[in-house]
């Protein structure tokens, strides 16, 4: 069994950041690609940035240069720094995991974690 925790959502006032981290953890032998998506009320599940277990890096267009994806393989964890955000960044932001376990190879969700930019 694994599991994906999102952690460092909250209301902040536009312009300023918020950290987010998902940590994974059980029956975990490794991890491939990890990424942040968010959805926003009304609207699809959308992309915001992946990281591969390299380091390589995708963003979408509306976050480039203001969010960073990070992660700590030795912890299983992954960041989005999120700056200089925009009312239109709300949304509840979710997690994703693609885990090698002993017995397959799947992609994991986190439960989700709300972030509402309003002044």
């Known amino acids: 069994q694994v599991q994906l925790v999102e952690s460092g959502g909250g209301l902040v006032q536009p312009g300023g950041s918020l950290r987010l981290s998902c940590a994974a953890s059980?029956?975990?032998?490794?991890?491939?690609?990890m990424g942040w998506y968010r959805q926003a009320p009304g609207k699809q599940r959308e992309l915001v940035a992946t990281?591969?277990?390299?380091?390589?890096?995708n963003y979408a267009d509306s976050v480039k240069g203001r969010f960073t994806i990070s992660r700590d393989n030795a912890k299983n964890t992954v960041y989005l720094q999120m700056n200089s955000l925009k009312p239109e960044d709300t949304a509840v932001y979710y997690c994703?995991?693609?885990?090698?376990?002993?017995?397959?190879?799947?992609?994991?969700w986190g439960q989700g974690t709300q972030v509402t930019v309003s002044s």
């Open positions: 994703n995991a693609d885990v090698v376990t002993g017995w397959d190879t799947r992609s994991y």
């Open positions: 059980g029956s975990i032998f490794s991890i491939y690609g």
């Open positions: 990281i591969s277990n390299g380091g390589s890096t």
